[in-house]
């Protein structure tokens, strides 16, 4: 898969069909900037894109990717190594399940997180204003379970 061979072709493409940059940004439902990104070889688009550009210039994806019209006999060897290189390109690094329904449990709960830890904070400052001593170290102590609680729901949750 050649990016600049590739943009030579879609621009060929539409030039043979007569497709102007702006028509063939809204058919592709991209912004023209992304068009002339790909068009000098600086992107590859996402497999919504290459087909809708590929229904556009009534060419394959493949032949897309490839930059050039693909024969029949060619074809299969192409499509296979074009599928391996866009997933290459694509991939996302992969995520520590764990760490992300910890962050899913988290965005769920964040308001109950945040109101208790608030109100608690709020008692702290009044007791430390008011030189409430005793007040402190108990709201210390609640603060430090309501966290310890909170992290034992999640853990059982998850």
């Not at 621009?11 to 940059?21: F, G, Q, T, V």
Request: hydrophobic residues 50%; aromatic residues 8%.
């Amino acid at each position: 898969m050649n990016q600049e061979q590739m943009g030579l072709f879609v621009r060929e493409k539409c030039i043979e069909k007569n497709i102007s940059l702006h028509d063939f940004a809204i058919a592709c439902e991209v912004d023209e900037e992304i068009i002339k990104e790909w068009e000098s070889g600086n992107y590859i688009p996402t497999m919504t894109t290459l087909q809708k550009a590929s229904d556009v210039l009534d060419v394959s994806m493949h032949e897309i990717l490839e930059g050039r019209t693909i024969d029949a006999e060619e074809f299969r060897a192409i499509a296979d190594q074009n599928l391996v290189e866009l997933e290459n390109h694509w991939k996302l690094p992969q995520q520590d399940p764990l760490a992300f329904k910890r962050r899913q449990w988290l965005l769920k709960h964040r308001l109950r997180i945040l109101i208790t830890f608030g109100v608690e904070l709020v008692l702290l400052l009044i007791c430390l204003f008011t030189h409430a001593t005793l007040y402190v170290v108990i709201l210390l102590v609640v603060m430090v379970i309501s966290a310890l609680t909170i992290w034992n729901e999640m853990s059982l949750e998850i």
